[in-house]
């Protein structure tokens, strides 16, 4: 759970941070997603703050100690019901961390999210972790932010998050077959018709995250 | 001080004439008081290592309790002391007699650990509002109270009063609970715990859960059968009962020296008895030399080598920090002096003997934020201290001394010390330039607009960054040069350029680090500008004047910062929520800190610590609790 808080830590002091997140889902319900965090834009500072021994009275962690924690995830990811081609790909140069793994559904992809959580953090019982984010019924997904996320942007304090403001969280969900709608009036669909995206600003996110709550409907023709 | 106890007891003598109606017996009453009246300096224990002694406690009227209770040095002693009854409190409602010293002190020996503040009593009554947690307890000491709460004691004597905790070391608690955990048949425990926690995690898991917390029926077995409980106590719980035996111990040690045998640092420390004396608000005393026999890796070393540790403590005793503290309208001087021994002190006069090198000022911009310089004389100062920790070594017997301090005479012997001494001379200096953007570059998430597809690309970026120059006198550019060639060979990370040598991506695998070898000094900065533009110096533009000609004064030591514009420039983040509201109250305000030094003689070095802001701060006793805190930080 320290972990995972100064993980947010160190986030939220590289104010720029961009984050990519990605899910494709076929029509059969299987699907990858993946997970990109881009700290490029404060590598100096990222690098000032692991030279530093302790921030906000917590020990920083040492770029061994990400690595390690990562590759811990990946590991117990990869152990998971119905997840595999789980590949993670770090770069401590310009820290950008890459996640990626493919699902044979929505519920075992969600499923296996939160045994790593509950595995890691010690968090269990919760509404949060009950909570899906998630849901896929071959034609509609609807797509929210995880309240175990939500849980932990409501306690930070107004001069934290104000860190957050050029900070950017980009949602797109890719599809076989053409969208037809959706309900959220500032995503965008792709020329193709088969993607969409919300783009919402890091710090807005923490004062509403409804900002990426979106539902989106499928045409039933796949496409050719 | 006088006049008041003076007139307390005329009242109190007036009393007894009226109903005794015996002048005899008024003369005994008055000669009785006042024998009886103690200082709050006397109540400091001779085993405290570090003292804070505010002198005019008045300044601390306005503070409010709450604010009191958040510094680290009220923390530590009395954490549950204060709760809501001081809310809305300020010290003057606190019962403190503010015609005496508040002193804060701190002390470590190898068997326990010792802190609290002694301070002076007007009004008891008003006192246990504050002190309500307490309860009386018993002592055996004769004209002394005893309240406790917890692991905190209030004793008081006379209209003076302490608050003390002592605690025994975690090194002694462990020698002792694992002696007897392991006499009981048990084998060496180990915590599996510590290497966790070491890591970094304050421990929030679930105590049950691993094991730590008994099971209920435990405590139901311990109401049946009381005496299983004591034979059988788990590592921890034993560890319990040594911890508060000892405490036990060592409390009432501490407290037999104080009050039946009389003695406290006053009778044990003359120069703190000096500093006490001199009529400023506030002066601080930390005796080194404490510190040196109490340091944790010197216990071992005396245990192996005690002749040798004898001698080492010799060597360091007198060594004491003695300071005065004078608060003016919009300035706060710090007067120290650092006393030695005249055997340290010989290495240290000679260490100082060198003068400020004037090269330096040409890389200084007359624009800097803060700039420091010190002038050390290492070919005399190391010649010294060979002429006299040598001698020391070679009396031991031990073949590993013996092999040292060999390979020592030999280096000595065969190493060109000129040619060493040329290349680093000792002194150094260094700048501080402010908060300059600098070029980097970034990866940059791009979309597909036709998929939504990610690519990435490389783009060009701007971060800020403090700028820093630091650089050392050398008589001997050749020698750095060589290295750096030689580095230069090796990676291509090292690139000479026509007058400096730049290593790529070295400042926080980042940003360039430029190095300038010439002019007689070797000079690291991150200053894009002073490499490229000014690589014989800025100049014109270069310190001059009064700042200048101080630092050519100075001696030992000379530096000074715009402690202003550089706080507001310093992120936050760097800080935790106490060090911020300490710099929140110094952000915005333009203020100026310089430090001097004088020469140093063979038994002290003076330094001068002067703060000047423009404007008054709305309070200056919470300025001088600032400075308690962070000395008393600093000497923990």
């Given at each position: 759970?320290?972990?995972?808080?100064?993980?947010i830590?160190?986030?939220?002091?590289?104010?720029?941070?961009?984050?990519?997140?990605?899910?494709?889902?076929k029509?059969?319900?299987?699907?990858?997603?993946?997970?990109?965090?881009?700290?490029?834009?404060?590598?100096?500072?990222?690098?000032?703050?692991?030279?530093?021994?302790?921030?906000?009275?917590?020990?920083?962690?040492?770029?061994?100690?990400?690595?390690?924690?990562?590759?811990?995830?990946?590991?117990?990811?990869?152990?998971?019901?119905?997840?595999?081609?789980?590949?993670?790909?770090s770069?401590?140069?310009?820290?950008?961390?890459?996640?990626?793994?493919?699902?044979?559904?929505?519920?075992?992809?969600?499923?296996?999210?939160?045994?790593?959580?509950i595995?890691?953090?010690?968090?269990?019982d919760?509404?949060e972790?009950?909570?899906?984010?998630?849901?896929?019924?071959?034609?509609?997904?609807?797509?929210?932010?995880?309240?175990?996320?939500?849980?932990?942007?409501?306690?930070?304090?107004?001069?934290?998050?104000?860190?957050?403001?050029?900070?950017?969280?980009?949602?797109?969900?890719?599809?076989?077959?053409?969208?037809?709608?959706?309900?959220?009036?500032?995503?965008?669909?792709?020329?193709?018709?088969?993607?969409?995206?919300?783009?919402?600003?890091?710090?807005?996110?923490?004062?509403?995250?409804?900002?990426?709550e979106?539902?989106?409907?499928?045409?039933?023709?796949?496409?050719? | 001080?006088?006049?008041?106890?003076?007139?307390?007891?005329?009242?109190?003598a007036?009393?007894?004439?009226?109903?005794?109606?015996?002048?005899?017996?008024?003369?005994?009453?008055?000669?009785?008081?006042?024998?009886?009246?103690?200082?709050?300096?006397?109540?400091i224990?001779?085993?405290?290592?570090?003292?804070?002694?505010?002198?005019?406690?008045?300044?601390?009227?306005?503070?409010?309790?709450?604010?009191?209770?958040?510094?680290?040095?009220?923390?530590?002693?009395?954490?549950?002391?204060?709760?809501?009854?001081?809310?809305?409190?300020?010290?003057?409602?606190?019962?403190?007699?503010?015609?005496?010293?508040?002193?804060?002190?701190?002390?470590?020996?190898?068997?326990?650990?010792?802190?609290?503040?002694?301070?002076?009593?007007?009004?008891?009554?008003?006192?246990?509002?504050?002190?309500?947690?307490f309860?009386?307890?018993?002592?055996?000491?004769?004209?002394?109270?005893?309240?406790?709460?917890?692991?905190?004691?209030?004793?008081?004597?006379?209209?003076?009063?302490?608050?003390?905790?002592?605690?025994?070391?975690?090194?002694?608690?462990?020698?002792?609970?694992?002696?007897?955990?392991?006499?009981?048949?048990?084998?060496?425990?180990?915590?599996?715990?510590?290497?966790?926690?070491?890591?970094?995690?304050?421990?929030?898991?679930?105590?049950?859960?691993?094991?730590?917390?008994?099971?209920?029926?435990?405590?139901?077995?311990?109401?049946?059968?009381?005496?299983?409980?004591?034979?059988?106590?788990?590592?921890?719980?034993?560890?319990?009962?040594?911890?508060?035996?000892?405490?036990?111990?060592?409390?009432?040690?501490?407290?037999?020296n104080?009050?039946?045998?009389?003695?406290?640092?006053?009778?044990?420390?003359?120069?703190?008895?000096?500093?006490?004396?001199?009529?400023?608000?506030?002066?601080?005393?930390?005796?080194?030399?404490?510190?040196?026999?109490?340091?944790?890796?010197?216990?071992?070393?005396?245990?192996?080598?005690?002749?040798?540790?004898?001698?080492?403590?010799?060597?360091?005793?007198?060594?004491?920090?003695?300071?005065?503290?004078?608060?003016?309208?919009?300035?706060?001087?710090?007067?120290?002096?650092?006393?030695?021994?005249?055997?340290?002190?010989?290495?240290?006069?000679?260490?100082?003997?060198?003068?400020?090198?004037?090269?330096?000022?040409?890389?200084?911009?007359?624009?800097?934020?803060?700039?420091?310089?010190?002038?050390?004389?290492?070919?005399?100062?190391?010649?010294?201290?060979?002429?006299?920790?040598?001698?020391?070594?070679?009396?031991?017997?031990?073949?590993?001394?013996?092999?040292?301090?060999?390979?020592?005479?030999?280096?000595?012997?065969?190493?060109?010390?000129?040619a060493?001494?040329?290349?680093?001379?000792?002194?150094?200096?260094?700048?501080?330039?402010?908060?300059?953007?600098?070029?980097?570059?970034?990866?940059?998430f791009?979309?597909?607009?036709?998929?939504?597809?990610?690519?990435?690309?490389?783009?060009?970026?701007?971060?800020?960054?403090?700028?820093?120059?630091?650089?050392?006198?050398?008589?001997?550019?050749?020698?750095?040069?060589?290295?750096?060639?030689?580095?230069?060979?090796?990676?291509?990370?090292?690139?000479?350029?026509?007058?400096?040598?730049?290593?790529?991506?070295?400042?926080?695998?980042?940003?360039?680090?430029?190095?300038?070898?010439?002019n007689?000094?070797?000079?690291?900065?991150?200053?894009?500008?002073?490499?490229?533009?000014?690589?014989?110096?800025?100049?014109?533009?270069?310190?001059?004047?009064?700042?200048?000609?101080?630092?050519?004064?100075?001696?030992?030591?000379?530096?000074?910062?715009?402690?202003?514009q550089?706080?507001?420039?310093l992120?936050?983040?760097?800080?935790?929520?106490?060090?911020?509201?300490?710099?929140?109250?110094?952000?915005?305000?333009?203020?100026?800190?310089?430090?001097?030094?004088?020469?140093?003689?063979?038994?002290?070095?003076?330094?001068?610590?002067?703060?000047?802001?423009?404007?008054?701060?709305?309070?200056?006793g919470?300025?001088?609790?600032?400075?308690?805190?962070?000395i008393?930080?600093?000497?923990?």
């Amino acid at each position: 759970m320290k972990f995972i808080y100064l993980g947010i830590i160190l986030l939220l002091f590289t104010s720029c941070i961009e984050i990519y997140d990605d899910i494709t889902i076929k029509s059969d319900g299987t699907g990858t997603f993946k997970y990109n965090i881009n700290l490029s834009s404060s590598k100096v500072k990222v690098n000032s703050i692991l030279a530093l021994d302790s921030l906000d009275g917590k020990k920083v962690p040492s770029i061994k100690d990400i690595q390690a924690k990562i590759n811990t995830y990946s590991q117990k990811l990869s152990e998971k019901e119905g997840i595999s081609n789980v590949k993670i790909e770090s770069n401590f140069t310009d820290f950008i961390v890459k996640f990626q793994c493919d699902f044979k559904s929505i519920e075992a992809l969600q499923k296996a999210i939160k045994e790593v959580i509950i595995d890691e953090s010690g968090t269990k019982d919760s509404k949060e972790i009950d909570h899906n984010w998630l849901e896929w019924d071959g034609i509609k997904l609807v797509r929210s932010i995880p309240k175990i996320t939500t849980q932990y942007t409501e306690k930070l304090k107004t001069e934290d998050s104000e860190l957050l403001k050029n900070g950017s969280y980009v949602s797109i969900s890719r599809f076989d077959r053409n969208v037809e709608k959706f309900d959220n009036s500032n995503a965008q669909l792709s020329a193709n018709k088969m993607a969409v995206m919300l783009r919402a600003n890091a710090h807005s996110l923490t004062q509403n995250t409804s900002l990426l709550e979106n539902t989106i409907y499928l045409t039933n023709q796949k496409k050719p | 001080l006088y006049f008041k106890n003076y007139s307390v007891h005329l009242l109190k003598a007036k009393h007894f004439a009226l109903t005794m109606k015996n002048t005899i017996i008024i003369l005994f009453t008055f000669i009785g008081f006042t024998s009886f009246s103690q200082h709050s300096e006397e109540l400091i224990p001779s085993e405290a290592v570090s003292v804070f002694s505010i002198n005019n406690i008045s300044l601390l009227k306005k503070i409010s309790l709450d604010e009191l209770v958040k510094y680290e040095f009220m923390q530590e002693v009395q954490s549950e002391l204060f709760d809501g009854s001081t809310s809305g409190k300020t010290i003057k409602d606190s019962g403190l007699d503010f015609d005496q010293k508040l002193n804060v002190y701190y002390g470590k020996n190898e068997l326990f650990e010792l802190s609290g503040f002694t301070f002076g009593i007007s009004n008891k009554k008003q006192l246990f509002t504050v002190f309500d947690d307490f309860e009386k307890a018993k002592t055996n000491i004769t004209g002394v109270e005893l309240y406790s709460s917890y692991m905190n004691h209030l004793l008081i004597k006379g209209n003076s009063g302490i608050v003390i905790r002592v605690e025994p070391t975690y090194e002694k608690v462990s020698e002792i609970t694992d002696s007897i955990w392991v006499a009981r048949g048990n084998s060496m425990f180990f915590d599996e715990s510590y290497n966790d926690y070491e890591e970094g995690d304050d421990y929030d898991g679930d105590y049950e859960e691993e094991g730590i917390v008994k099971d209920e029926n435990f405590e139901i077995l311990d109401e049946m059968n009381p005496e299983n409980d004591l034979l059988n106590k788990n590592y921890w719980e034993l560890r319990d009962s040594v911890t508060t035996e000892l405490q036990s111990l060592y409390f009432n040690q501490v407290l037999n020296n104080l009050f039946v045998k009389e003695i406290n640092l006053i009778k044990v420390s003359p120069k703190f008895t000096l500093q006490l004396t001199h009529p400023v608000d506030g002066i601080f005393y930390l005796d080194n030399s404490k510190n040196f026999s109490n340091a944790k890796g010197l216990w071992h070393f005396q245990t192996l080598f005690p002749t040798l540790y004898d001698d080492m403590l010799d060597l360091y005793t007198g060594n004491i920090m003695v300071g005065d503290i004078v608060l003016g309208e919009s300035s706060v001087d710090v007067f120290m002096e650092a006393n030695y021994g005249s055997e340290l002190g010989s290495i240290y006069q000679k260490l100082n003997s060198a003068k400020f090198d004037k090269k330096v000022l040409k890389y200084v911009h007359k624009n800097n934020t803060g700039f420091f310089a010190y002038n050390i004389n290492l070919k005399e100062g190391y010649q010294r201290a060979y002429d006299i920790v040598i001698p020391l070594l070679e009396d031991e017997k031990d073949p590993r001394i013996s092999y040292n301090v060999l390979l020592a005479e030999l280096l000595n012997e065969y190493v060109n010390t000129d040619a060493l001494f040329d290349t680093y001379k000792g002194s150094m200096f260094g700048t501080f330039n402010g908060v300059k953007k600098v070029k980097t570059t970034r990866i940059e998430f791009f979309y597909d607009e036709e998929t939504f597809e990610y690519g990435e690309r490389e783009v060009e970026s701007e971060e800020e960054m403090p700028i820093f120059t630091v650089g050392f006198s050398t008589n001997r550019n050749d020698i750095p040069e060589k290295v750096l060639r030689h580095f230069g060979r090796m990676t291509s990370r090292f690139k000479k350029q026509e007058k400096y040598w730049v290593v790529e991506e070295a400042v926080l695998n980042s940003l360039p680090l430029y190095i300038i070898n010439r002019n007689g000094l070797v000079v690291f900065t991150n200053d894009e500008d002073l490499a490229l533009n000014h690589a014989d110096g800025y100049g014109k533009q270069s310190l001059s004047g009064k700042y200048a000609k101080k630092a050519q004064k100075s001696k030992f030591m000379y530096g000074y910062f715009d402690w202003g514009q550089t706080l507001n420039k310093l992120p936050r983040e760097m800080f935790n929520s106490k060090q911020n509201e300490i710099l929140d109250a110094m952000r915005g305000k333009a203020g100026f800190m310089e430090l001097t030094s004088s020469k140093t003689t063979i038994s002290k070095t003076d330094f001068h610590l002067k703060y000047t802001f423009d404007g008054s701060y709305d309070n200056s006793g919470k300025y001088l609790l600032d400075l308690v805190n962070s000395i008393y930080v600093l000497s923990k």
